[in-house]
């Protein structure tokens, strides 16, 4: 295996997936938007911000069944899509595509064999406009995303002995619940506010505490934006979706912020 030690290279990888995946879903008629820091570093950067270097993307729940039913499992002789419909050993709530001619190793306990470099592919959901209902709903979300993320956790040398015998009593405790069957509760819990005529939307598979739904219409309708010399589509309430979502998003983080929280080790096989 050769190692991918470029951050570059790692990038241009992940642009490459997302240029099969825009050119796949206009034709088979499937909206897509940039998303979460993707979105912010195509408005304020025109590309990946630059102390980031991971690619998501949004799809209503509908255009994210489609994309899940329709994508050939093997895309232009080298991009997949993983999802818990499509592979039984996926243990994810939401979906990843991927060059299958290359191999990421990730830094938390998955059980994810041969996980190549791509991008989250995540579905978003319709959740309650009240926000009693709204927080009744985090409550429980919350608590199975923690129940998935301690069953991440291993005995790490140099973590301290409580937080890894806090690790060790995690994994006991949930020992019952595989990733994937955690994975499958979560997913369905997502969805269970679709069709009841809500305003609002939110990635529910994966979004901590703090989150802000964003409105249905914002998702409506999608633009062109560009993004590191490419254009791909963006939701046409941005504006609306990054502001709930970061503040003054063209406003810089201060310096020590300016840090990336992905750190990744990857092979072209």
């Not at 306990?109 to 470099?117: E, L, R, V, Y």
Request: proline content about 5%; some cysteine.
């Amino acid at each position: 295996m050769t190692p991918i030690s470029s951050v570059e290279e790692f990038k241009q990888i992940q642009v490459d997936i997302l240029l099969a995946i825009d050119k796949f879903c206009k034709e088979h008629n499937i909206k897509y938007s940039l998303a979460c820091g993707t979105l912010l570093g195509a408005i304020r950067h025109k590309g990946f911000i630059p102390w980031d270097d991971d690619i998501d993307i949004y799809l209503l729940r509908e255009d994210y069944n489609k994309l899940v039913a329709a994508f050939p499992s093997l895309l232009d002789e080298k991009y997949s899509l993983n999802s818990l419909e499509r592979n039984p050993l996926w243990n994810r709530p939401y979906a990843k595509a991927f060059d299958t001619r290359t191999i990421e190793v990730e830094a938390v306990k998955s059980n994810i064999p041969n996980m190549g470099i791509g991008i989250d592919v995540f579905p978003i959901d319709e959740v309650p406009d009240n926000e009693t209902e709204w927080k009744h709903y985090e409550k429980r979300r919350l608590f199975l995303l923690n129940c998935y993320t301690l069953k991440t956790l291993t005995w790490r040398k140099g973590r301290s002995l409580a937080k890894n015998i806090f690790a060790l009593c995690s994994s006991v405790l949930l020992f019952p619940w595989s990733f994937r069957k955690l994975a499958e509760i979560i997913d369905r819990y997502c969805q269970i506010h679709n069709n009841k005529g809500y305003h609002h939307l939110a990635e529910n598979c994966l979004g901590w505490p703090g989150q802000h739904s964003f409105k249905k219409q914002d998702m409506e309708q999608v633009v062109d934006i560009p993004f590191e010399q490419y254009t791909f589509k963006a939701m046409i309430g941005y504006d609306d979706y990054l502001t709930s979502t970061y503040g003054d998003y063209m406003q810089l983080p201060p310096k020590e912020k300016q840090v990336s929280h992905h750190v990744f080790e990857a092979y072209w096989k």
